[in-house]
């Protein structure tokens, strides 16, 4: 079974402050991708990365930083999040099948 | 970018009738088309795809027709249970092979089968 693990789960931060989201994958997939998700605008990609040191814009960046040190991390980072920032993220990793594994989630809340 | 419509956003059938999904997209290139489902507080998972080169598609009681011409694709899904409950979403991509490969999903359908 494919394994993308994020952390952390659920998180609350204060406006302004910085958020890493972090995700894990053992598939040993080339592509990673951070997608939001938001009722009523379904998932939506923020970056993408295909290699280690190495990462693209999606169709949401603005507000978003990512990290891809190695094959199996890849992170998203909010450096001054806001009110605006409140969704579910999700990592997935991708096989050569192009079939998304999703991780858990991570809730976050920005109050 | 593409861009993919998808209607509608909240269905609901009786159990053991059919629901259908259906997906528009912009970008004639695109050749690949996945269904996901999405169980609530679960995250999404691949059900069935389509690539450009079929017309039809069927696994168990999903069913997928893609419309190249129209830019249109469809999941069909027959005998609903009530386990069919969950949001789906449709999406489509290009992949031509090379390194600059995204998916792009619809906004999602809340499907409620009631008994």
């Known amino acids: 079974e494919a394994a993308v693990t994020q952390s952390p789960r659920s998180k609350v931060a204060v406006t302004g402050g910085k958020v890493t989201l972090s995700c894990h994958q053992t598939n040993n997939h080339d592509y990673m991708y951070w997608y939001r998700q938001d009722t009523g605008h379904g998932l939506r990609l923020i970056h993408y990365s295909y290699v280690a040191d190495s990462t693209e814009k999606g169709d949401i960046p603005d507000g978003y930083k990512a990290s891809r040190p190695s094959q199996e991390n890849f992170s998203l980072i909010l450096e001054l999040a806001s009110l605006s920032q409140t969704a579910v993220y999700f990592c997935?990793?991708?096989?050569?099948?192009?079939?998304?594994?999703f991780g858990e989630g991570s809730r976050l809340i920005v109050v | 970018g593409e861009q993919v419509e998808q209607l509608p956003s909240i269905l609901r059938v009786q159990e053991g009738s059919s629901a259908s999904i259906n997906c528009s997209y912009e970008d004639s290139a695109s050749n690949y088309f996945p269904w996901y489902k999405q169980e609530p507080g679960e995250n999404p998972k691949l059900i069935i795809d389509?690539?450009?080169?079929?017309e039809r598609k069927q696994i168990q009681e999903l069913i997928v027709l893609l419309d190249k011409k129209a830019k249109r694709f469809s999941l069909h899904i027959t005998d609903t249970q009530p386990g069919d409950s969950a949001m789906y979403f449709c999406?489509?991509?290009?992949?031509?092979?090379?390194?600059?490969?995204?998916?792009?999903f619809g906004k999602g359908t809340l499907l409620t089968v009631t008994p």
């Open positions: 999406a489509a991509s290009f992949d031509s092979g090379g390194s600059n490969y995204k998916l792009t």
């Open positions: 997935a990793s991708r096989n050569s099948g192009n079939t998304l594994y």
């Open positions: 389509i690539r450009s080169n079929m």
